[in-house]
């Protein structure tokens, strides 16, 4: 069974805090994303990476960074957390542009 | 102009109805275009690609009009399980051979009894 893992479903974390949000596929896929997810604006993507190293701006990338060391994991950073980065972040992967991306359940940050 | 575009919703239809979702998308060097469903709480998870030739899978009936950048779901025969969030996901070329995929904000479904 192909699985996307997030490695905290709910955090909690303080403005001003670097936060690091760990995502993890077992399917050797080449690209992996990071989106964050808003009532009343969907899914917006953050960063993507289509290879190891590799690392693309998405549609908001301001406030967040991004890690690929090893082609499974894909890190989302917040250099300095702030409470307009509370949100559910969602991580996906996929092989290829035409194939199906598989989600991670998702973690919800809350920075107070 | 936004890269997905979806009808807002909400949709609130009776057992048995038939609903069809829209969608339209702004670059035309778009590559690939998918249907999702998002249930309360829950991850995304594929329902099913879009293909120029149009899709059907049971129920469900995909069309893609690559001239007008449209893209529609039509759900006939609506079960109460088909309540959800609808998203169109297009996969937009970002330069080179790379691409990134983008949502629209989905399309809230509820199947009333």
């Known amino acids: 069974d192909v699985k996307v893992t997030q490695s905290s479903r709910y955090l909690v974390k303080r403005t001003g805090e670097k936060v690091f949000l760990e995502c993890v596929q077992d399917?050797?896929?080449?690209?992996m994303f990071w989106y964050r997810q808003d009532p009343g604006l969907g899914l917006r993507l953050i960063y993507f990476?289509?290879?190891?190293?590799?690392?693309e701006k998405g549609d908001i990338p301001e406030g967040y960074s991004v890690s690929r060391e090893k082609k499974e994991r894909f890190s989302l950073i917040l250099e300095s957390a702030s409470t307009n980065q509370t949100s559910m972040y969602l991580c996906?992967?996929?092989?290829?542009?035409?194939?199906?991306?598989?989600f991670g359940q998702g973690t919800r940050l809350t920075v107070v | 102009r936004k890269e997905v575009e979806q009808d807002p919703g909400p949709f609130n239809v009776p057992e048995g109805a038939t609903v069809a979702f829209n969608c339209t998308y702004s670059n035309s060097a778009s590559q690939s275009f998918f249907w999702y469903r998002q249930d309360c709480r829950k991850e995304p998870k594929l329902l099913m690609s879009?293909?120029?030739s149009g899709n059907e899978d049971g129920r469900f009936t995909a069309q893609l009009n690559r001239a007008s950048q449209y893209i529609s779901l039509l759900i006939r025969d609506s079960k109460l399980s088909d309540s959800a969030t609808y998203l169109c996901?297009?996969?937009?070329?970002?330069?080179?051979?790379?691409?990134?995929?983008?949502f629209g904000k989905g399309t809230l479904l509820t199947v009333n009894p």
């Open positions: 990476s289509y290879d190891v190293k590799m690392k």
């Open positions: 996901v297009v996969n937009i070329n970002s330069g080179g051979s790379n691409y990134k995929l983008t």
């Open positions: 996906a992967s996929d092989r290829e542009p035409n194939t199906e991306a598989f």
């Open positions: 399917m050797d896929h080449e690209n």
């Open positions: 879009v293909y120029s």
